[in-house]
């Protein structure tokens, strides 16, 4: 399928002040998650192995994750956690590097989903129990990767930009004993890159993670975006913002189209 750049208005067309306002919105509201995503990019590179930020939030290495075994603290500010009965994880994926497996558990009959975004924020896969996704290994690709399916994946999701996030949830009763049921499948959850597959579910003991220094602090939610020099970057990000279509061919080779 080709996709067509838009060249903008003809040449000489007035541009009203109400339009020119509207845009511009526009582009500000747009742009605010890409320079969110990006900024936390920029953070997570710097960690050194899955942990908690504080010892409250999961953090790690870029194209990896690093779960909870509890329901998230109410102190916790660098991300908004709506969902208060689940136990969280979170990752942030670079897909320029290479593709990012995703181990998914047998839950069983118990609720779970797991969010992937791109770096505008928007869903591309369908990863959870209301989608029916079968226990096993997934696959998380950038826009321009191109490559052949490991015959032990199952799917294969592809995201319109490299940078973006992926964040576990996984339901939890607030009973001591759903507590300890629930660590057997926490430590199937994992992602990590291509070039670590080995066709065999790994697993973590997420108890045992290192603890990091806290990530902003203070009561007010961790500020990601500067709003000084925001307007600057709207340009730059729309600039070099694209998307890509594809199609999957039965030869389980991905290619841009």
């Given at each position: 399928m080709e996709t067509k750049s838009v060249s903008g208005p003809v040449t000489g067309t007035r541009l009203t002040e109400e339009y020119v306002r509207m845009l511009g919105r526009l582009a500000y509201f747009m742009?605010?998650?890409?320079?969110?995503?990006?900024?936390?990019?920029?953070?997570?590179?710097?960690?050194?192995?899955?942990?908690?930020?504080?010892?409250?939030?999961?953090?790690?290495?870029?194209?990896?994750?690093s779960m909870l075994t509890d329901y998230i603290d109410p102190m916790e500010r660098v991300v908004a956690c709506p969902n208060q009965d689940v136990v969280y994880g979170l990752g942030i994926t670079s897909l320029d590097r290479e593709p990012v497996i995703v181990q998914v558990p047998d839950f069983g009959d118990r609720f779970w989903v797991y969010q992937a975004c791109d770096q505008r924020t928007d869903g591309f896969t369908r990863l959870g129990k209301m989608?029916?996704?079968?226990?096993?290994?997934?696959?998380?690709?950038?826009?321009?990767?191109?490559?052949?399916?490991?015959?032990?994946?199952?799917?294969?999701?592809?995201?319109?930009?490299?940078?973006?996030?992926?964040?576990?949830?996984v339901f939890m009763n607030d009973t001591a004993d759903d507590r300890k049921k629930i660590q057997p499948l926490i430590s199937q959850i994992m992602a990590y890159p291509l070039s670590q597959f080995t066709g065999e579910m790994k697993t973590k003991d997420?108890?045992?993670?290192?603890?990091?220094?806290?990530?902003?602090?203070?009561?007010?939610?961790?500020?990601?975006?500067?709003?000084?020099?925001?307007?600057?970057?709207?340009?730059?990000?729309?600039?070099r913002s694209h998307r890509f279509q594809v199609r999957r061919h039965s030869t389980n080779k991905f290619v841009q189209s």
């Open positions: 742009t605010w998650p890409m320079v969110n995503m990006h900024n936390r990019h920029t953070i997570f590179q710097k960690v050194p192995e899955p942990g908690l930020a504080g010892g409250i939030v999961p953090v790690a290495p870029l194209n990896q994750l989608y029916g996704t079968e226990p096993g290994f997934y696959m998380l690709v950038g826009p321009e990767w191109r490559g052949d399916l490991p015959k032990s994946v199952k799917n294969v999701f592809r995201s319109p930009t490299n940078i973006g996030a992926i964040i576990p949830r997420w108890s045992k993670t290192p603890e990091f220094p806290s990530i902003g602090g203070g009561e007010e939610e961790v500020q990601w975006v500067m709003p000084e020099p925001f307007p600057k970057c709207c340009l730059r990000f729309w600039t």
